[in-house]
């Protein structure tokens, strides 16, 4: 009376097994109402013990004291940045320099190339 193994599935093992998960399910959904309706308090963990203020006040005044960190970088007060930028009269032109005279010439041949570039249509 030995049974042996086939080739296609055991429809009454699975059976068997559907049949087992289904009242595992029902007894889980069982103790889940039964638990929901007689718990009537929950209890809380204790709060957490508050800091005291006197403590943060002293780290605040321990911190005032720290000498910051002195920065590179200085930006130029407001008169030399006067000295250093003169301010013509209004309806007078400013004086010329030569710096901008030597960038006003290389302005102007720079602008003839590129009408040559133009009008050979390479642009």
Same mark, same amino acid.
């Given at each position: ?14 059976? &068997? ?8 399910? /029902? ?5 889940? /109402? ?6 009537? !308090? !929950?209890? +809380?963990?204790? /709060?957490?013990?508050? !800091?005291?203020? !006197?403590? +943060? ?14 920065? =590179? ?10 000295? =250093? ?10 004086? +010329? ?8 010439? +290389?302005?102007?041949?720079?602008? &003839?190339?590129?009408?040559? =570039? ?6």
């Amino acid at each position: 009376n030995m049974k042996l193994g086939g080739l296609g599935p055991d429809y009454e093992t699975i059976k &068997e097994k559907v049949k087992k998960m289904k009242l595992q399910k /029902e007894y889980s959904r069982q103790i889940k /109402e039964y638990n929901m309706k007689n718990i009537t !308090v !929950v209890q +809380r963990l204790p /709060e957490k013990p508050q !800091v005291s203020s !006197v403590s +943060r006040q002293k780290a605040l005044e321990y911190a005032k004291k720290i000498p910051r960190p002195k920065t =590179f970088i200085t930006r130029p007060s407001d008169q030399e940045v006067k000295e =250093f930028l003169p301010q013509a009269p209004a309806g007078t032109s400013l004086p +010329r320099i030569p710096s901008l005279e030597s960038l006003w010439s +290389r302005h102007e041949k720079e602008k &003839e190339v590129v009408a040559a =570039f133009k009008a050979l249509h390479i642009l």
